[in-house]
Structure formats: C-alpha cells, structure tokens
C-alpha cells in the first residue's frame, strides 16, 4: 500500500509491531517526508538511534524556542555528533520580537500564547513540508496522551503521526539508553523528567515539572 492509499478513517493496525518495525515502516511508506520531532529527552535517544540504523539519512527536527537549557543544546550537539544526523531547526518569532508585541515574559501571563508563538506555529509550519512525523509520545506519560496509537492520523495537524515508543515504560527506555550505551540529556540526573524550555521547567517526576503553578499540561503539540 503507498502512503497516498491509506485512508486515515481507517488505517493500518501497527500495534503488533516494535518501535524499530513501526520506524522501518513510516520509512518504507513516506520515504524522506516523515521526520522525528526531537527534543533531546530519553525517548528521543533511543528513537534517534534506530531512526539512523534503518535509514542513514532519515530526518529529525528540533523546535528552537530560545528558552532551552545550555544542557539541551549540548545534548544537541552530542547527539549529531554520535548519530550523524543534522537535525533540522524550527523557531518561532525572536524574544525581541515577541516581546514588542505582547510584552515581556509573556509565559509569565499567557503560557498558552506563549507555546503557540514559540512551539506551536512553528511545529505547524515544519509538519505542512511532510506528510508524517514521528513523536516520543508514551501512554503512560500523561492521561492527555493514554489514547495514542502506534500510527494514527493526526487530525489537528492533517498528517500521518507515529508513536513508535506508545507502549513503552520510562523503564524500558531507560534498559534501551543502558542496553546500548546511548547518549542522554543531562538533566535527567538531575530529577528532570521532561525537559522543556527554562522558564517552564522544574525538576519533577513524570511531567510533574512542567509548568508548575498552571493548569497548563501540554504545549499544544499532542494535545
Ligand atoms: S514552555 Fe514556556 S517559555 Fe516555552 S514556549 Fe511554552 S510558555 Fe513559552
């Protein structure tokens, strides 16, 4: 079946299939217009890794807001390095510019807008060039994220979206990143489960330290 075939009311079932099947797959089907949407946390290290062993030139992207911590731009850095992939950049506007328009430290005020100018537009921008992308989603990270399936159409963003890593466990990822040695973001020795931008990140458990203070449990990028 080619990728222009499948029909997103009723797509493949890929639930039977291991991460690395699921990512031969998304390659055989959508070639060099599926990429990864990388962060450089845990499950990226191990996604990075079999993304390059079934396809040297397979694509990543990182979304840029500014606000990373130095740790994740080494890791950036480190991860190119160790897997000879140069991942793609996607930003938003300038803090310069975000900040004549809607004040300064408008994640104080409105963490929503703010995600929406620095993540969500320019994730927005980067999936209307592909016609699938891979996340690092797990079920068991969040409720907002327990519906995911393997491969399922994204409606929101109107393309194909996989979750090779859906029924992984923080532990199985962890066995991967020892098993084979992989490089990893600092933090997570430092109590940093999920490592997002500065200002919105504390150390925690889970997704606990995101957005500490807010309701807020997503950037608007999975739910
Ligand atoms: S995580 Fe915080 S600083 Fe980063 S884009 Fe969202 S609101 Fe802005």
């Known amino acids: 079946m080619t990728a222009a075939a499948l029909d997103p009311q009723n797509p493949p ?11 031969a797959w998304a390659h055989e089907h ?23 062993r079934d396809r040297p030139d397979a694509r990543a992207f990182a979304l ?21 992939i140069a991942v793609e950049t996607a930003v938003g506007p300038t803090l310069e ?11 104080k005020r409105d963490p929503g807008a703010c995600c929406g100018l620095r993540k969500v537009e320019p994730l927005q921008r980067t999936l209307s060039g592909l016609d699938a992308w ?9 409720p907002t994220r327990a519906g995911a399936r393997k491969f399922e159409w ?3 963003n109107g393309l194909w979206k996989f ?3 859906a029924d992984w466990s923080e532990q ?24 997002g931008c500065i200002p919105c990140t504390q150390p925690g458990a889970g997704r606990e330290g995101r957005w500490q203070g807010n309701d807020k449990t997503e950037c608007g990028l999975h739910g």
């Open 13 to 23: 079932d890929l639930e039977a299939l291991s991460a690395e099947e699921v990512i």
């Open 97 to 107: 510019e975000q900040a004549a328009a809607h004040g300064d430290e408008l994640w």
């Open 30 to 52: 959508f070639g060099d217009q599926v990429a990864l949407a990388c962060s450089f946390q845990q499950e990226e290290s191990v996604l990075v890794d079999i993304l390059v």
């Open 154 to 156: 994204d409606e929101r």
């Open 134 to 142: 891979i996340t690092g989603v797990r079920r068991d990270q969040a």
């Open 163 to 165: 979750n090779p890593l």
């Open 172 to 195: 199985d990822v962890w066995a991967r990143i020892n098993e084979r040695d992989l490089p990893y973001h600092p933090l997570h020795d430092q109590g940093y489960s999920s490592i």
């Open 64 to 84: 840029d807001t500014g606000l990373l911590f130095a740790e994740t731009y080494a890791t950036w850095k480190t991860f190119e390095d160790r897997f000879g």
